[in-house]
């Protein structure tokens, strides 16, 4: 068997003779590989008598660890080595113009919020905005919702972790909480947009755990439902870029409302696909309605001097039948390429005033 002391001398002059890394690693092979020689002592080890065992064993063991020790040095060495000679020869012109970006894009959802925001502030409306953790007051109670609502439900609905009063604070699943908001702080006449992100416990195609909303109010002591109706029919008109829009109101019922309305806007599905306009089907793009008197009476707003109208969307709903994208999910997967086919140039942004 060899020597260890002879072996860590001739090992230790082969790393040290080593010129490059390719060179330095043929020396790690042939002494810690699966072959090697250090690799072969220890196996043998096995062979030897009793009384040389542990002895020879840690001789080998040191010997194993100085090799190992000594190969991680002269490998860093080499490596300092070939990046100086790499920098040596390398060189970066400064004076050379910028690589070319391409330009950033604006998120769909962006888009479409500027755009409604545009929209309604046209038509007098100011924007309001609220927090994303509310009160079940604010987000249930206040807005007429009884207890039995589905809802309220653990599986529809984010809520905290329970305070010592046993209430429990909840993730806002509308951006009606800012109407409530408002209504408590402001007297009228209110006239408001809220656009913002909402929670539910929802996640598939067309639902997502967070999205967006825009939600508006008007209250004041002469609002009725003809002005909600032209109001909504010139935002659809308007954010679709379709003058004639064919619009209709279906009766519904929602708890903060009365009384209560679907709208539905005008499409065709002809060719497999989804044209908004003219056409034989109808779409429902939206929810809206009176405000309901017990919502301005928990509001400490006076119903019988006082009435208005409200009504809510989701946002990015209306981005993907705007612009034909088929999937809620993607809006959310960070994909760039995804963005930048659906993103918009920053300095080729439609307005109100170009035109939709």
Same mark, same amino acid.
Do not use: N, S
């Given at each position: 068997m060899d020597n260890p002391d002879q072996l860590r001398d001739q090992l230790l002059a082969e790393i040290g003779d080593a010129a490059d890394l390719d060179a330095l690693e043929r020396v790690r092979v042939e002494a810690l590989g699966r072959s090697g020689r250090i690799t072969g002592l220890m196996k043998a080890l096995g062979q030897a008598a009793p009384e040389e065992r #542990?002895? #020879? &064993?840690q001789a080998l063991n040191a010997l194993k660890d100085a090799v190992a020790a000594a190969i991680e040095t002269r490998? %860093? @060495?080499l490596e300092d080595a070939a990046? +100086? @000679?790499? /920098? %040596?020869v390398e060189s970066v012109d400064v004076t050379l113009p910028v690589r070319p970006e391409a330009e950033g894009r604006i998120h769909p959802i962006s888009q479409t919020i500027d755009e409604m925001v545009a929209i309604f502030c046209e038509m007098g409306f100011s924007v309001a905005e609220g927090p994303h953790i509310e009160t079940d007051f604010n987000n249930f109670t206040a807005l007429n919702i009884p207890p039995e609502h589905p809802a #309220?439900?653990?599986h529809d609905t984010f809520y905290l972790p329970e305070k010592e009063d046993g209430s429990r604070l909840v993730l806002r699943t509308h951006t009606s909480p800012v109407q409530i908001r408002t209504m408590i702080d402001m007297a009228p006449p209110i006239r408001i947009i809220v656009p913002g992100r909402t929670f539910r416990a929802d996640y598939d195609a067309t639902h997502s755990p967070m999205f967006h909303q825009i939600e508006g109010l008007v209250v004041d002591e002469t609002t009725h439902? &003809?002005?909600?109706k032209g109001c909504l029919i010139d935002f659809c008109a308007a954010f679709f870029g379709v003058d004639d829009l064919p619009t209709r109101f279906r009766p519904s019922f929602f708890p903060f409302t009365e009384p209560s309305a679907e709208m539905d806007i005008g499409c065709t599905r002809e060719g497999g696909g989804l044209t908004i306009g003219a056409g034989a089907d109808w779409l429902e793009i939206l929810g809206c309605g009176m405000v309901h008197p017990k919502v301005l009476e928990n509001c400490g707003i006076d119903p019988a001097r006082y009435q208005g109208f409200a009504f809510g969307l989701g946002i990015e709903r209306a981005a993907m039948l705007k612009y034909g994208i088929p999937d809620l999910r993607t809006f959310y997967e960070s994909d760039l390429r995804w963005l930048k086919h659906y *993103?918009? =140039?920053? /300095? +080729? =942004?439609?307005? =109100? %005033? *170009?035109g939709l």
């Open positions: #542990r002895e #020879r &064993g490998k %860093a @060495a990046l +100086d @000679a790499r /920098l %040596a #309220r439900q653990e439902m &003809g002005h909600l *993103g918009f =140039v920053p /300095l +080729d =942004v439609p307005t =109100v %005033a *170009g």
